[in-house]
């Protein structure tokens, strides 16, 4: 909808602002907003029983709490803010990330957090918006680059200069964008689902079709025969399988091999890619495995499957398939991404996969000929899928992009929504 704009305006001098309605005032931020001080002990009641709100409890960019947990719970030693129902909640480190939030009772705040009191030019709902925008996480972003942790202190943020709307245009912004975000986050939110349900069908149609085989239009158009005959393959979860396919342990028809280290000035030289869990990094010309080749995630990334198509050196944070043994490396891509990989760790502390843990498990495995049908097959599905989701995912970033840009405009007077009804 086209939203009506102030009658005049005035330049704010704020370089984040812009012009401002001219009626608006404006104001340093510590005139008009008490940041909280002292910490309190989150061992000692009554804090230990209260939530206690970190940074990472807050989505990013809409000030959701993803969770909420008592002090005790979350076994917190350190001193922590006091914050009273309604404050604004604001994380001071990495404001690039927008974490802020509202306090939804009398709880605390991680030290890495400042509680924001409002005085009586304003309202805390509207602060917290503000706090949101894209002018206000510019200029956070911009003053915390200048030390070596991104992070927002007490003098910088009490320096910023704010716009001061009347009470009354506060409550309309307020009440304008609590409506209108809240329909923008329930479509954000059918989107995330859609994409969910769309990943799970994916995963569901590549664990299908490297188990049981081809369906029965696609074997039909391969020239296979549509409905083979079937057997008990002995395997619980797995149930009936093609006659024609076998029981076998994995590592009889490929051999997983742990990668090699290889140090920093190495794998920064020559054309050939050494692929890792951390990602991909050039090496000169001696390698170990030819492309096409599929690689795991031993380390880091543990159990994600990469199939690549050029010579590669692995490294020592993943597994890679050395030897096929025949079998058509797609056909082993597909059937590696359908097995968990993840839940093949060693139970350390930093979860690392296991390939001895691996080789020896049951699977279904058909002859090598119908191994390229199935994974010619996927290819074209799970491409189809893919290009689906990728729709969805580029409209749901389209819409939190518009959700951020209609809450810079709101709180700094680009659009008038007085009078503004859904």
Not at 318 to 333: A, C, I, M, Q, S
Not at 394 to 415: F, M, N, P, Q, W
Request: proline content about 7%.
């Amino acid at each position: 909808m086209k939203l009506p704009e102030y009658p005049k305006y005035k330049p704010s001098g704020v370089e984040w602002l812009g012009e401002v309605p001219e009626e608006w005032d404006r104001c340093r931020f510590s005139r008009e907003v008490m940041i909280a001080e002292g910490q309190v002990d989150p061992e000692k009641a009554p804090f230990a029983s209260m939530i206690l709100i970190g940074p990472e409890h807050v989505e990013s960019r809409t000030g959701r709490l993803l969770e909420t947990s008592s002090a005790a719970e979350q076994t917190a030693e350190s001193g922590k803010y006091f914050c009273h129902k309604g404050n604004v909640v604001y994380s001071k480190i990495r404001p690039a990330l927008r974490k802020v939030t509202l306090a939804p009772e009398d709880c605390l705040c991680s030290a890495d957090m400042y509680p924001l009191q409002p005085g009586r030019r304003f309202r805390s709902k509207y602060l917290f918006w503000l706090l949101l925008s894209e002018g206000f996480s510019a200029w956070s972003v911009l003053e915390a680059d200048r030390v070596a942790m991104p992070k927002i202190n007490r003098d910088t943020l009490n320096s910023l200069q704010m716009p001061v709307p009347s009470l009354s245009e506060q409550d309309a912004v307020t009440d304008f964008l609590d409506r209108e975000t809240g329909k923008i986050d329930t479509l954000v939110a059918k989107k995330r689902t859609l994409v969910e349900r769309l990943k799970e069908k994916r995963t569901a149609l590549i664990s299908r079709t490297v188990t049981r085989g081809l369906p029965p239009d696609a074997a039909r158009a391969a020239g296979l025969d549509p409905h083979p005959k079937l057997k008990p393959s002995g395997i619980d979860w797995l149930g009936d399988i093609p006659a024609h396919w076998e029981v076998v342990r994995i590592g009889k028809r490929i051999v997983l091999q742990r990668g090699v280290d290889i140090t920093k000035d190495e794998q920064n030289e020559g054309a050939v890619p050494v692929v890792s869990s951390g990602g991909i990094a050039s090496f000169h010309d001696r390698f170990l495995a030819r492309g096409p080749g599929v690689v795991v995630g031993r380390k880091g990334t543990a159990g994600a499957v990469y199939y690549i198509e050029e010579d590669f050196w692995p490294h020592d944070t993943t597994l890679w398939v050395k030897e096929f043994f025949g079998n058509h490396p797609r056909y082993v891509y597909y059937k590696l991404l359908s097995m968990d990989l993840a839940s093949f760790d060693t139970g350390s502390a930093n979860p690392t996969v296991n390939r001895n843990l691996v080789h020896p498990v049951l699977v279904s495995w058909p002859p090598k000929a119908e191994q390229r049908f199935i994974a010619d097959f996927l290819d074209r599905e799970i491409a189809k899928m893919d290009r689906m989701i990728a729709v969805v995912e580029s409209a749901t970033d389209r819409l939190s992009e518009y959700r951020t840009a209609l809450i810079t405009a709101a709180v700094t007077g680009k659009i008038d929504v007085r009078g503004v009804r859904s």
